[in-house]
């Protein structure tokens, strides 16, 4: 092993002392140091204190202002019951408002093939979103009820999160510095020589949620109105991974 670690740091060493073709991406070290490239990663979980949902009514009717306007009372009333149920207004945000129009269906003939004709149409659709931000998680099971009682036929989620995503990060960063710094030490004693300093960091990553549980309700028309489903947070987890450069000079 130690065989190894010598040559990946002699390689090193010609790194280091490149020519200038290399002088705009490698940074500058003493006559005689070492360029050492660390890559590390850290991470940290946190149960989820915030999910996102989605929720809204989708009408049909046999003219657009008609729809629109089923529409628009069946989702007034969605947005009060989400009030009701403790959402602040900061966290109702209309996400998709569609109107579409719906054509009739091609004639069956009897030999199973269909009829050749100009799309007809019969009708028209509406469709409104909200996306929510769903800030007590205990209260979930609460506001979906309460969405679908007020005539929503649309809820699709949670997607989990972080309101303060910034201590997580701030936990994998530290760990992943530590690392880089225990394998930088780890390199330049096996290769016999010392750190003398750091001289460049770049960090990648983040918190990825995971995917998002769904609860849908396609129709309102659909009956009885089912309870929702438990819904598990479970944990989240942070990864960062850092890319730290070191000099390296002999003993």
């Known amino acids: 092993m130690k065989h190894v670690l010598l040559a990946a740091a002699a390689a090193l ?6 020519g200038a073709a290399l002088a705009d991406t490698v940074p500058a070290v003493a006559q005689g140091h070492t360029l050492l490239t660390i890559t590390a990663d850290g991470s940290s979980t946190r ?3 915030m999910a996102l949902f989605t929720a809204g ?7 657009a202002t008609a729809a629109l306007a089923e529409n628009s009372t069946r989702m007034s009333q969605a947005v009060a019951a989400l009030k009701r149920a403790g959402i602040a207004d900061k966290d109702i945000q209309t996400s998709n408002l569609n109107v579409s129009p719906v054509y009739a269906p091609p004639k069956r003939l009897p030999d199973g ?13 509406v469709s409104n979103q909200v996306s929510v931000k769903q800030r007590k998680l205990a209260d979930y099971g609460k506001v979906i009820d309460a969405l679908v009682s007020a005539g ?8 989990f999160m972080l309101s303060k995503p910034s201590d997580a990060l701030d936990e994998a960063r530290t760990q992943a510095m530590q690392k880089a710094r225990q394998r930088a030490q780890l390199y330049a004693t096996a290769a016999g020589l010392r750190v ?9 990553g983040g918190y990825s949620p995971p995917q998002p549980v769904v609860y849908q309700r396609a129709m309102a028309e659909m009956a009885p109105p089912a309870p929702p ?5 479970g944990e ?15 003993q």
């Open 13 to 18: 060493a010609t790194l280091g002392t490149s």
């Open 196 to 204: 003398v300093g750091m001289l460049a960091i770049s960090e990648s």
């Open 47 to 49: 149960v989820p204190d």
């Open 152 to 159: 929503a036929n649309q809820v699709n989620g949670p997607s």
């Open 57 to 63: 009514v989708t009408t049909q009717g046999q003219t």
């Open 229 to 233: 489903p438990p819904v598990m947070g």
């Open 236 to 250: 989240l987890e942070t990864n960062v991974n850092v890319t730290v450069q070191y000099e390296l000079a002999p």
């Open 113 to 125: 093939s269909y009829e050749e004709q100009a799309q007809r149409i019969v009708g028209y659709q």
